[in-house]
């Protein structure tokens, strides 16, 4: 399967601010690290926002982190969330799609299946572990870091 850029996005964010959760970056900041545009990565700040798993302060020391404890965000969910309306194929989409194969489809069952197997091994799986059962994940991750703040 698949992840859609905004979800990568969404979770490459909170590993940033999993493997630093003492300091706030800026938006700003996160795109000049993972290379991406700065407006896409301020959608996925807001998205990460608005379902309550990073905090924003705004003003002079302002900027993102983490607003509950790594361990305690979930890949699973995460990616149900951010991928809610994501279809594998033209007949999952939530408008049904336009598959002339629609009506008699045998393989859309079993996408579902392999789709929610997918998430289910995701949905124990939290941010915290993909950090530290990595050490070279959170290396590579300070390394981004210090080459671009010097």
């Known amino acids: 399967m698949q992840i859609t850029k905004f979800s990568d996005l969404a979770l490459r964010t909170l590993i940033q601010l999993a493997v630093s959760p003492e300091r706030r970056y800026s938006a700003r900041e996160i795109a000049d690290l993972h290379g991406v545009s700065f407006n896409h990565v301020a959608k996925v700040t807001q998205w990460l926002t608005s379902e309550g798993y990073i905090r924003a302060q705004r003003g002079r020391n302002g900027g993102i982190s983490l607003a509950l404890p790594a361990d305690r965000i979930k890949v699973g969910p995460v990616l149900r969330r951010s991928e ?7 007949c999952m989409r939530v408008d ?5 194969l ?27 572990d993909v950090v530290s059962r990595n050490v070279g994940m959170a290396r590579l991750v300070r390394s981004l870091d210090l080459a671009a703040n010097g």
């Open 96 to 100: 049904g799609g336009h598959c002339c």
């Open 102 to 128: 629609s009506p008699a489809c045998g393989l859309a069952p079993y996408l579902n299946e392999a789709q929610e197997a997918f998430f289910v091994t995701l949905d124990n799986v939290s941010v915290q």
């Open 84 to 90: 809610a309306g994501s279809a594998l194929v033209e």
